[in-house]
């Protein structure tokens, strides 16, 4: 017969480990949650791991114990609960009553003698009790019916103890292992024990004499005289420390086991709740390692199977009538220039969803061609999540989705910029506590992924079922939640037509030169191969190079040069490192030059070949739209912002990309684009003047900060200056700006001082935004776009200043983040409009490129200057550099 289970947590425990292992998290209005998301973590663990029918979680209180008055110094010493953990032991205890967790704590005892109480209360009445802690006293209780699991590696894995176990490990019983902690006293309880006795001496003597009473009656029988000595002047030391140590089994409480029964909890509260403090990723494991919630596939929207050629007319027409279609399509994913759907499922409303598996027909093509007809009406609304990869779907089949009106993706990351997934199963989770079915559980993963085509048609039906029931329930609640936060002026205007302009650009990707690319590839080779060699005979031995262990052993333990900083494994070998080193000795700066070229050749010329379209010859990058909490668009499999332009050797690599035969390339660049929104969002009288009258702003802060006339500037002074107002735009200390000049840390401050003083209004401004951002938790750009700042509460001086330079630099950052994108979708829609063939096909950073024929060259490099000089008026002018070439290098 199957035991009852009952797992039994030791609270206080529990939720240190989760405190200490886990890095600091804050929800938006800065409550601690890092101790609560790692109980909750482990918790889930353990049920989803052992079942359990019972559960409790036992609490100290904060009275004194037994202990304590028998003992004044017991737990004496110990380091108070720092203020970020104990803030979050009262929303722990929230979580666990909303979870219908039982929770035992009463005066006078400890979380462990409740513990002990229960587990042997249990234990004659043909339970297994598994008791979850992180504190080996425990191991006292363990028996063939009571295992301990001892919390390792922080949270992250289990031991299991029972008697066995811990006889194999410490050579003694459970309870002979009360006399080992008698013996050897404990540290962090303030148990004083034996002094000089340690755990080899202590296991030794209870192996031999059983106990500590045993012992003390026959202390006479030690030879080694010092030894007998400290357990005889010890003795009631001793005997008290082993009284300490002790669980007690047996606390005069009244409890019903049945009151720690694994109960239903109350969904919607529970979902509050994680809300409330974030655990979006969380959700999805509470529901399913809970609750026998009601799946995704029930209630709402009834599925009707399309699979002949009449039936999707009829039900076509019925959407036309509707005017409106949720939709979602999965494809092969082998090529973006040949996917090939598989499946798409529809809706145009909450009560009635239509699947349509093209495998089902022989004509796949004509099922494709009335899905066209939808598609490209006008007059049908279009709502998805994340359209552009619905947009992808069918550009292979000549397919343009018009009337596109809502993308749940992109609302919700408008709405939290900083989350790791916007995934339909996260949104799914967070808002209704469902369990959707993912892409890994549809394909598997790792060896075992399947291609889609190979995916059962039933399960194909029921994922793409889930995603538009899903999207279905969610529009309307983003889209209030949009209104509320003001933020559907940014959503309809920028962030929703850019998924159509980020499409066409992936779509179309860049021409790459292949030959080019192979002989960087051998040149580059070589210069690795010539980099190593000298570095080796500077070093005067062979090493791994890319081993920063080996790499410090040469550099600071045979070539002496003078270590800068360790790390816990070593000598820290990092740039910045290296850098302070590079006049010390000739192979710093050689080990700098290997690790760029060494960087270039891996990512972007091995890389790029690996990703090279056999169609086109084109790569053809991500654009991620909803990865930055500024705004910034990023790109990925290449990451094609992040060519290293300042050195000659990354700027030589821009040769590889070129414009197709008769065609340029267009590069409309931003000039100072972060610097004029200080401008319009300060006011500042000299900054504006700067760019009002079209001074170089760099020249005239040299002149301002240095105390010369314009034309005394040199260009020293020129760098300096730049230095300080990039500087200022990221919230640069002096500190950081001294390390950036190579000057000394009072120079900094003194250009800091002296700029802030000529910019008054800047400093103003820098003052008042950290003022708003402690008021209100977060900052906006000038089109309203959020940035929560929970560092700002923080405690600690270094996450609170990071917190305040980012409130500084979010409002200009971000705002130029929102100009480039609304000049992305200008130039977009003027190209198409005025019925041109060029087309826009990058976006890096504050630079735009098109791809454009010989002949329109004139008119588009006009229209791309406007579109993008005319993207939001600001009380200064936004200015272009236009340049063009045949290849992006050329254009520089």
Known sequence: MEHKRIVIIDGNSLINRAFYALPPLTTKEGQHTNAIYGFMTMLFKVMEEYHPQYIGVAFDKKAP??????????????????????????????????????????????????????????????????????DKDALQLASNRTKILITKKGISNLEIYDDKKVFEDFEVTPLQFIDLKGLMGDKSDNIPGIPGVGEKTAIKLIKEFGSIENLVKNSHQIFADKLREKIQDNVQQAILSKRLATIVTNVPVEMSVESLRVEEFDKNKILEIFKKYEF??????????????????????????IKEMNALQEILKLIKEKKKIIFKSITTEKNILQDEVIAIAIASDTIKQYYIDLREFQEAKQVIDEIKEILEEEAIEKISHDMKKEILHFYPYGITIRNISFDTMIGEYLIDPAKSSYSLKDLAAQYFGENLMDEEELRGKGKSKIEVNQVSAEKLQTYLYQQVRAVAQLVETIKARLEELQLTKLYYEVELPLTEVLASMEFKGIK????????????????????????????????????????????????????????????????????????????IPKILDYRQVTKIKTTYIDGLLNIINPITERIHSNFNQTVTTTGRISSTEPNLQNIPIKLEIGRQLRKVFRADENNKFIDADYSQIELRVLAHISEDKNLLESFLNDQDVHTRTASEIFDVPIEEVTSAMRSSAKAVNFGIVYGISDFGLAENLNISRYQAKKYIESYLEKYASVQKYMEEIVITAKEKGYVVTLLNRRRYLPEIASRNFNIRSFGERIAMNTPIQGSAADIIKIAMVKVYENLKAGGYTAQLILQVHDELIVECPDHEV???????????????????????????GDTWYDTK
């Open 65 to 134: 114990t037994f202990r304590h008055k028998e003992y004044d110094a017991y737990k004496a010493g110990r380091k108070k609960m720092p203020p970020e953990l104990a803030e979050q032991m009262e929303p722990l205890k929230e979580v666990l009553d909303a979870l219908n967790i039982y929770r035992i704590e009463i005066e006078g005892f400890e979380a462990d003698d409740l513990i002990g109480t229960l587990a042997k209360y249990c234990e004659g009445r043909d339970f297994e009790s598994l008791i979850v802690t992180g």
């Open 280 to 305: 979006n990723s969380l959700i999805n494991r509470v529901m399913a390692t809970f609750s026998e919630s009601e799946s995704v596939e029930e209630n709402k929207l009834s599925l009707e199977v």
């Open 512 to 587: 790459v030169d292949k030959h080019m690319l192979e002989n960087f590839k051998i040149e580059f080779k070589d210069k690795i191969d010539g980099l190593t060699e000298e570095i080796y005979k500077l070093a005067g031995d062979t090493f791994n190079i890319n081993s920063p262990k080996q790499l410090g052993e040469i550099l600071f333990d045979k070539l002496q040069l003078p270590p800068i900083k360790k790390t816990k494994t070593g000598y820290s070998t990092n740039v910045e490192v290296l850098e302070k080193l590079y006049d010390q000795h000739e192979i």
């Open 858 to 884: 004139e008119k588009v490099a006009a229209l791309v200057k406007d579109s993008m000089e005319e993207a939001m008026g600001l009380k200064v002018p936004l200015k272009v550099d236009l340049a063009s």
